[in-house]
């Protein structure tokens, strides 16, 4: 495998025996999971509404070859405690993941052999879930809002076969957990709404008219909404919280739609996401 630290504003450190580093072991443990549980009044059993992980802790054993000050120098930078560094590893071409961190512990004892320091580094990882080093897209065309349908009083059996909601797309993520879209909502239309059909047929409705060159920025996981993708033009009082659930995409497909109630030109929906794995 291979492995590389990287840091905003500090220069990366690739992992390998000819930069003088050799990963002896390498190990991602299980996310914690985020219990949310209350005892039933008067009943035995709990009622169990668990759904997210917390935090994991991930390490390197490690060996550095050469100077040890100049290793421990190296490698200072992504064990502070401020530092939110990403640890990029891949086991093949074109499988490159990497995982946010924050730093833990390191034991690196000095009375080794010269020229050599052993090294344990250990992290937290807030976000739990690893993710593509990639990132993905997909753009939707907005569509005309769905009609109010009809009724009919039948009484007989009668069965339809579930279909696709007019003018979804299909958004397809490759990982084995939920994924957290940033989605860019383009003008020109009013009271712009996208579902994700696959996850509840929740919506996010928003009160406000954009213009041609106008988008809404809505992050799922920071739960922000920035007009135009800037954060002095906060934009969160838009979000119609009577109608609106925050949706995440599911892994495997996920049949999504934009519907703004009036749009004409461009009006669009961008989402970018990068697949997340346990």
């Known amino acids: 495998m291979t492995f590389r630290l990287e840091r905003d504003g500090v220069a990366p450190l690739t992992l390998t025996p000819a930069n003088g580093w050799v990963v002896r072991k390498f190990k991602m443990g299980y996310p914690s999971v985020r219990p949310v549980v209350d005892e039933r009044p008067l009943a035995d059993g709990t009622d169990d509404r668990t759904a997210y992980f917390g935090s994991r802790i991930v390490t390197l054993d490690l060996l550095a070859t050469g100077n040890r000050q100049t290793s421990m120098d190296a490698i200072g930078p992504f064990v502070v405690p401020e530092a939110r560094s990403y640890l990029y590893y891949q086991s093949s071409p074109g499988f490159e993941r990497r995982i946010l961190l924050r730093a833990a512990s390191v034991d690196a004892p000095w ?74 909502l383009y003008g020109p239309c009013e009271f712009p709404r996208i579902e994700n059909y696959d996850d509840g047929r929740r919506t996010l409705d928003f009160d406000i008219t954009l213009g041609e060159d106008d988008y809404l920025e809505v992050d799922v996981r920071a739960k922000t909404v920035l007009l135009n993708g800037n954060a002095s033009q906060n934009r969160y009082q838009t979000l119609d919280f009577a109608t609106s659930e925050w949706w995440v995409l599911r892994p495997g497909d996920n049949r999504v739609r934009y519907y703004p109630d009036v749009y004409s030109g461009s009006a669009r929906a961008e989402l970018s996401w990068r697949c997340q794995f346990i």
């Open 111 to 184: 009375d080794g052999p010269p020229g050599k320091l052993e090294m344990l580094v250990a992290w937290e990882a807030p976000n739990g879930t690893a993710e593509t080093a990639t990132q993905q897209n997909a753009t939707l065309n907005a569509v005309v809002p769905p009609g109010p349908g009809f009724e009919f009083d039948l009484t007989f059996d009668l069965v339809f076969p579930e279909d696709s909601p007019a003018g979804s797309t299909v958004v397809t993520t490759l990982g084995n957990a939920k994924c957290y879209p940033v989605i860019r």
